[in-house]
């Protein structure tokens, strides 16, 4: 009996150092975390119960180590990390503060990309590469970027600063700062807090396809007529 006892002291310390570390040194990240996800109740709450905030601890401690050089060990905590949570970020990629990822399931991140300050990802988004090219090859977030549900950001290419990317899209281009982009490919729908005149515009319209249609409709009706 006072070996179980022992055993559950020991237990119920280790918990609680992990707790003061976690409060000490990512106090910022777990308010970042409350104050994006209004879901979030309690800052015990989102230490114990938060994926996001579990994945970038273990991503913190891995890229420590990946550069040291020692790629396996930190190649493990990736995987442990992946494991527990279903976030995976590569030990290579380089993550700036307040960093907050929501629901987390399925998310990647990629070994060469670089994430700024309070960046919010959500469930199911990428950030990839577009081919087995070596060298930089993932995206370069830049600070006060979100990036929705499914949204996959592919290749080495730029997000501005203050750019919101809507849920599912697809972008392979450069995305200017401030703006909001939606649809596959991705197109900018709104800059600086405007919406874009997508329909002068060929290069932006929101649904090539779309238009393609009407425009064969448009030449039916004139033949029709004639
Ligand atoms: C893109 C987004 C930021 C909205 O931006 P917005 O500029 O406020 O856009 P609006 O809501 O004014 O919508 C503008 C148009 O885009 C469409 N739209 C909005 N989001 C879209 C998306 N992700 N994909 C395709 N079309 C979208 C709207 O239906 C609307 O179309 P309409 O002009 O034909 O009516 C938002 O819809 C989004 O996708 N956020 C992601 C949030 C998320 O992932 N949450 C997960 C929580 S678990």
């Known amino acids: 009996m006072d070996y179980l006892i022992n055993i559950l002291i020991i237990l119920l310390v280790i918990f609680v150092i992990k707790l003061v570390l976690i409060w000490v040194f990512f106090y910022a990240d777990v308010r970042a975390a409350q104050k994006r996800d209004p879901a979030a109740k309690s800052f015990l709450e989102v230490i114990l119960l938060y994926p996001g905030l579990h994945a970038l601890i273990y991503h913190r401690a891995a890229h420590f180590f990946y550069r040291l050089k020692l790629f ?48 919010l990802l959500y469930q199911g ?57 939606i649809g596959v490919p991705g197109r900018i729908t709104k800059q600086d807090g405007k919406k874009m005149d997508i329909s002068l515009d060929h290069a932006r319209i929101l649904d090539p396809i779309m238009q393609a249609i009407e425009e064969l409709q448009d030449r039916i009706k004139n033949l029709e007529k004639k």
Do not use: C, M
Not at 91 to 119: C, L, N, S, W, Y
């Open 125 to 181: 988004s990428t950030l990839g590469g577009t081919g087995i090219i070596q060298g930089k090859r993932h995206p370069t977030v830049g600070n006060n970027v979100v990036i929705g549900a499914g949204a996959k950001v592919l290749g080495n290419i730029v997000i501005g600063d203050n750019s919101y990317i809507g849920a599912n899209a697809v972008v392979v281009k450069d995305v200017p700062p401030n703006s909001t982009v």
């Open 72 to 119: 396996f060990l930190a190649r493990s905590l990736s995987q442990i990390a992946r494991f527990f949570t279903g976030i995976e970020i590569h030990p290579g990629a380089i993550i700036g503060k307040r960093f907050f990822i929501d629901h987390g399931f399925g998310v990647v991140i990629g070994e060469t990309a670089i994430i700024g300050d309070d960046v």
